[in-house]
């Protein structure tokens, strides 16, 4: 694809032992004047197959801060625009074909600094149409120089003047097993704890009782994740799974500071 240099777009992913899921990412966004991995010492063939595949990969270690490594992403890349891709994510085709149209405008005709991007989830080949990510909108695409990413874990984009929406989605196909979600959770938890505890956030004992309950409700009963059959009831299960342990982790790791 020839753009002229102004309107180069980067795409960022960031990597883990994603060996399963990089070339598929990759093909899904090989259009990109130029592909940037920041790998977080992978011990798989993440890195080989990235390469393999022109992408421009460098380590740099997580240190359970993806804000950090988002950033590190942001300082590698040429291009003014930067559009960032988890290796479980695909881009559709007609989510490039508007991203191309969009980058390739003139600054006259482009009014917008950033857009977010709708995100289609699927678990175990079943769309999740409602629950938690049913609605799901992350702002994934901006022009370099206009913000910086916030927050060690579930980290957001802080970007500055007017954002937008596109209108096509991105693909996401995480937890492939029930053993992987498992791992994510935990992990996952482990850092927001961490981060909570850094703020000194303290877990109250009832709130480990009820705020897993609550965002069960919430996830399959007024989101209607139960339109999604049993891959909805299993998400909305895994979601309020990954509530109770942040709080009971908080719990115990205040529990263990006091002694």
Request: aromatic share 12%; net charge positive; charged share 30%.
């Amino acid at each position: 694809m020839q753009q002229e240099k102004s309107n180069m777009l980067s795409s960022v992913i960031l990597t883990k032992n994603e060996e399963k899921n990089i070339v598929g990412c990759l093909e899904s966004i090989k259009w990109s004047n130029e592909i940037i991995v920041i790998d977080d010492n992978s011990e798989d063939r993440t890195v080989e197959n990235a390469q393999k595949f022109g992408a421009n990969v460098f380590k740099h270690s997580l240190d359970d801060d993806f804000s950090r490594q988002r950033n590190f992403g942001l300082s590698k890349a040429k291009g003014n625009w930067l559009l960032f891709v988890d290796a479980d994510e695909r881009v559709s085709d007609e989510l490039k074909n508007e991203i191309i149209d969009l980058t390739t405008q003139s600054d006259r005709i482009r009014q917008l600094n950033a857009y977010f991007i709708k995100r289609t989830d699927f678990m175990w080949g079943k769309e999740l149409k409602h629950g938690e990510t049913g609605n799901i909108k992350l702002l994934r695409l901006a022009k370099k120089g206009c913000g910086k990413w916030k927050g060690k874990v579930h980290e957001k984009w802080l970007v500055r003047g007017k954002v937008g929406q596109l209108k096509n989605p991105l693909y996401h196909y995480p937890h492939q097993s029930m053993t992987e979600f498992l791992k994510k959770i935990s992990y996952y938890t482990d850092l927001r704890v961490k981060e909570l505890c850094e703020k000194k956030v303290k877990a109250q004992w009832w709130s480990i009782i009820l705020y897993p309950k609550a965002k069960f409700i919430v996830n399959y009963f007024i989101k209607r994740g139960f339109l999604d059959g049993i891959s909805g009831l299993i998400h909305a299960l895994m979601m309020s799974f990954h509530s109770f342990l942040v709080r009971g982790k908080l719990w115990i790791w205040k529990g263990k500071e006091e002694k």
